[in-house]
């Protein structure tokens, strides 16, 4: 399979994102990085700085960083992919991927999702926890890649 498409918001990219980007390069060709946009949400980051932030990051020429409005499953056909790339931490995290694969391939029966468990080293990461303690001064060097974190000390320098 040449291309996959692993979605996310990645609010900030954490160590965890960049394992699962590195071994699903094992997999496949090609990764299209794609940023989940929902206007329902406030992100720290910008969309252009986390397309900036994961760029800077992976430095792979076989990885791309778009962004996307609306259904992933539209999203994966508009570029003419039929694999999506999901992370899995936690039983918790299995329950939630499990309805959205299912809702996904009722849409759109053509379009598998491949699941690959996190590293034991990132399990009980995720950007949400990252920005709380970054927010709070603690230290995430370790969670996140170096560009990461200077972007998260800069962000909230003088908040604490």
Excluded: W
């Excluded at 259904?71 to 959205?100: C, K, T």
């Amino acid at each position: 399979m040449p291309v996959a498409i692993y979605p996310g918001s990645f609010d900030p990219l954490t160590n965890g994102h960049l394992s699962l980007i590195q071994r699903s390069l094992k997999m496949f060709d090609r990764l299209i990085v794609a940023i989940a946009v929902n206007p329902k949400k406030t992100p720290l980051f910008s969309q252009e700085e986390r397309r900036e932030l994961i760029h800077d990051a992976v430095k792979d020429s076989r990885v791309e960083v778009d962004s996307f409005h609306g259904l992933l499953v539209d999203y994966v056909r508009s570029r003419n992919v039929g694999v999506i790339v999901r992370g899995l931490r936690a039983v918790s995290d299995f329950e939630y991927e499990f309805q959205l694969a299912n809702m996904n391939r009722k849409l759109a029966p053509n379009v598998e999702t491949v699941f690959m468990m996190t590293g034991e080293d990132y399990f009980y990461i995720s950007s949400q926890l990252v920005r709380e303690v970054a927010s709070f001064g603690g230290d995430v060097s370790g969670l996140v890649p170096d560009n990461v974190n200077a972007r998260l000390k800069a962000k909230f320098a003088g908040k604490t």
